[in-house]
T-cell receptor
Framework: GQNIDQPTEMTATEGAIVQINCTYQTSGFNGLFWYQQHAGEAPTFLSYNVLDGLEEKGRFSSFLSRSKGYSYLLLKELQMKDSASYLCASLDSNYQLIWGAGTKLIIKP | IAGITQAPTSQILAAGRRMTLRCTQDMRHNAMYWYRQDLGLGLRLIHYSNTAGTTGKGEVPDGYSVSRANTDDFPLTLASAVPSQTSVYFC???????????FGPGTRLTVL
């Protein structure tokens, strides 16, 4: 079966660093996406990894290990506006996204 | 229009009624998708369209139908609504199946 696992909720402090992990098992693999979703809003694209390694984009970085079926999203210099859910999604062999349930990130002052 | 729009924003519907959720994009994207999002679950694909004139079934298609008469519009129809279809519905589009998806603002549907 197809499965995406990520923690339900995480708490971090403003200014700190947090790593959100995601493991995936899908029928085929064509890349791993991360999206951000603020409460009551639509998901917005953060990053896409298809090759192993770290992709850095400002305060956000995303890592992929295809052999381990593992990815993480790293958020640095946390700001209150980073309080949101972070969704991990794997693109399967049919080019359909299989989504995790999301990780709710709570930022405390 | 800039991006992708959905209508209505929210709706309360009696069980057994027919309802069409509208979705329009102006980005000339080939692919469009309908998802439902329920608390504690990931986004689940209902139907998709890789290009105008074609549609396909996703993970949870039962009770829903779609059409793709042109590039811009991708309506989702509930033929006879049931309470289990209470959810937030998101429409999304992308240049192709390999590209990032852009989401509409969502429709919050309650079926009583």
């Amino acid at each position: 079966g197809q499965n995406i696992d990520q923690p339900t909720e995480m708490t971090a402090t403003e200014g700190a660093i947090v790593q959100i992990n995601c493991t995936y098992q899908t029928s085929g693999f064509n890349g791993l996406f991360w999206y951000q979703q603020h409460a009551g809003e639509a998901p917005t694209f953060l990053s896409y990894n298809v090759l192993d390694g770290l992709e850095e984009k400002g305060r956000f970085s995303s890592f992929l290990s295809r052999s381990k079926g593992y990815s993480y999203l790293l958020l640095k210099e946390l700001q209150m506006k980073d309080s949101a859910s972070y969704l991990c999604a794997s693109l399967d062999s049919n080019y359909q996204l299989i989504w995790g349930a999301g990780t709710k990130l709570i930022i405390k002052p | 229009i800039a991006g992708i729009t959905q209508a209505p924003t929210s709706q309360i519907l009696a069980a057994g009624r027919r309802m069409t959720l509208r979705c329009t994009q102006d980005m000339r994207h080939n692919a469009m998708y309908w998802y439902r999002q329920d608390l504690g679950l990931g986004l689940r694909l209902i139907h998709y369209s890789n290009t105008a004139g074609t549609t396909g079934k996703g993970e949870v298609p039962d009770g829903y139908s779609v059409s793709r008469a042109n590039t811009d519009d991708f309506p989702l129809t509930l033929a006879s609504a049931v309470p289990s279809q209470t959810s937030v519905y998101f429409c999304a589009s992308s240049e192709s199946g390999m590209n990032e998806q852009f989401f509409g603002p969502g429709t919050r549907l309650t079926v009583l």
